[in-house]
């Protein structure tokens, strides 16, 4: 079954960065766009930057310029670089598929704060 897995999460002051990894497996990885989610205290779920399965990135409004997706279809791998985070960055973070979602994993915390 489909399983997503997500990693390197944390706690970091403002303007610092952090570099979240997806390990993808029980479907064709590369024959999906992938997202990075994120949900915060309160607040429904949202998508933040998303990738196609041949790499083309796409973001929300809010972290252009900052964030940066990008994925290795030979490990199944779909990472999130942050750079300049804020505190409204706080959340938890997810992966998932574009389209079709599936099980959603545990996520990863990330918490920017001084």
């Known amino acids: 079954q489909v399983q997503l897995v997500e990693s390197g999460g944390g706690l970091v002051q403002p303007g610092g960065s952090l570099r979240l990894s997806c390990l993808a497996s029980?479907?064709?990885?590369?024959?999906?766009?992938m997202g990075w989610y994120r949900q915060a205290p309160g607040k429904q779920r949202e998508l933040v930057a998303s990738i196609t399965g041949r790499g083309n990135p796409d973001y929300v409004d809010s972290v252009k310029g900052r964030f940066t997706i990008s994925r290795d279809n030979a490990k199944n791998t779909v990472n999130l670089q942050m750079n300049n985070l804020k505190s409204e960055d706080t959340a938890v973070y997810y992966c998932?598929?574009?389209?079709?979602?599936?099980?959603w994993g545990q996520g990863t915390q990330v918490t920017v704060s001084s």
């Open positions: 029980g479907f064709t990885f590369s024959s999906f766009a």
């Open positions: 998932n598929r574009l389209y079709s979602i599936a099980k």
